[in-house]
């Protein structure tokens, strides 16, 4: 069904899968594809394995299975790590953007091995006409373009300043093709840099065709250069949705895309669910700040450092909400992973919430955090010690895990400060 349904677009399909950043990703393409006025289906309730997209295709299909005007229409599916494999072979992609590949909860899809080798499979399916889209600055990621005959488009950060010396877990280590230990000329976080092998030579391409320098991070934006469209200007922050921005950059160019949109979608993509979305309650700005495994938390992380080191920063507010369903991962001892320390001198109030809230206060007690105004796994408690411990005009960093957004967000919803998930998306 989805074939059939697909069949029917006459702009192809173009995939987005990565750990992290692939829902921010596709958002970034899809305004950028708007201000193209390039016709579009996209997956967008945040559905990314088959069942999303074949939803999202029987949505825009009539009673007798028609797509209206799917002549000139483009498929835009982010797809889950897993799905991939299904997917590249029913849709047949024009190109697949990959963001990176991190571990992910313990208990979700086992070791970041298996998830290459779906990727691996994934493409041994695709047609060879595809173009990858990949992220230089992960070696897991660039070894794709190893044996794929097609057409390859990179994309990278030129951002020594956000080099780190820390940055948490590696997730890639070691080289697939030696076994020689990856060694780095900057690192952003975790294997994430100016990679290479002294075993077999292997590295970092050069220059990747899409490249982000002199990035400036604000609470609310950055700014970067992009070579061929200037100085541009997105609003949502953080090194990682530079990185996000750059590989949508890259996609488009493959779709042909020309610079002016692509410079308009930038500025006008707006926040997903929960990633860095807003929400105003009782004159407190809430930004909230969803983390789904240790590389994501590390980023949210590096990103608060550097906002607490700009100029007229004042000590950071910050709630860190821990839950461990099913979708958070039941194993949360991936949070002792995560480099909590270096914040700690950057803090202001701190709040810890979510159905594991004391081993999170545990954890960020070892961090040497100020010790919590609340431990509360209710999220309305949560969120009434939040508004007891700040004044109108502050800001407050949420930091939830999938569902501890969700019950926080409803609690939210509850209060009238914003829409269900569903009207909201
Ligand atoms: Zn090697």
């Known amino acids: ?12 399909c173009v995939l987005v899968t990565g750990t992290n950043g692939k829902t921010t990703t596709s958002r970034v393409l899809a305004s950028i594809l708007r201000e193209a006025r390039q016709p579009l289906l996209h997956n967008r309730e945040g559905s990314n394995l088959m069942r999303g997209i074949a939803s999202a295709l029987l949505s825009a299909a009539g009673p007798s299975g028609r797509i209206a005007g799917s002549e000139r229409m483009l498929g835009l599916f982010e797809t889950d790590e897993a799905t991939l494999p299904a997917a590249a072979r029913t849709l047949a992609p024009r190109a697949i953007a990959f963001t990176n590949l991190f571990r992910d909860q313990l208990d979700r899809y086992g070791e970041v091995d298996s998830v290459f080798e779906f990727w691996r499979r994934a493409l041994a399916g695709t ?13 897991s990621v660039a070894e794709l373009a190893e044996g794929w005959s097609g057409p390859v488009e990179w994309f990278g950060l030129d951002a020594p300043e956000f080099a780190t010396t820390s940055g948490g877990a590696f997730d890639a280590r070691w080289c697939r093709e030696c076994g020689g230990t990856f060694e780095y000329d900057l690192r952003y976080f975790a294997h994430v840099g100016y990679w290479r092998c002294p075993g077999c030579g292997r590295a970092r391409v050069e220059r990747p065709a899409v490249v982000a320098r002199q990035i400036t991070l604000s609470v609310e934006s950055s700014m970067f250069v992009v070579d061929g469209l200037g100085a541009v200007t997105m609003p949502l922050t953080g090194l990682y949705n530079v990185s996000n921005a750059l590989a949508a950059i890259a996609m488009a160019r493959v779709l042909g895309i020309e610079d002016g949109p692509i410079v308009r979608g930038l500025a006008g993509v707006e926040a997903a669910f929960g990633r860095q979305e807003t929400v105003v309650v009782e004159g407190r700005k809430l930004r909230l700040m969803l983390v789904k495994n240790p590389a994501g938390a590390n980023q949210v992380l590096q990103l608060l450092g550097a906002l607490a080191r700009s100029a007229d920063s004042k000590p950071l507010h910050v709630a860190v909400l821990l839950n461990d369903r ?24 701190v709040w810890v919430g979510g159905t594991r809230a004391p081993d999170m206060a545990l954890r960020l007690k070892y961090a040497h955090w100020p010790a919590a105004a609340a431990v509360e796994e209710s999220p309305a408690t949560l969120l009434d010690a939040i508004l007891r411990d700040t004044s109108a005009g502050d800001d407050v960093f949420v930091v939830p895990t ?7 967000r409803g609690e939210l919803a509850r209060r009238g400060a914003v829409g269900e998930f569903w009207v909201h998306e």
């Open 1 to 12: 069904m989805v074939a059939r349904l697909a069949g029917q677009l006459g702009g192809g």
């Open 127 to 139: 047609p060879a006409s595809a173009t990858l889209v990949l992220n230089a600055d992960d070696p």
């Open 326 to 349: 099913f979708a958070d991962g039941q194993d949360v001892s991936w949070t002792w992973d995560v480099d909590f320390e270096p914040l700690a001198q950057s803090l202001g109030r």
């Open 402 to 408: 999938y569902t501890a957004l969700l019950d926080f």
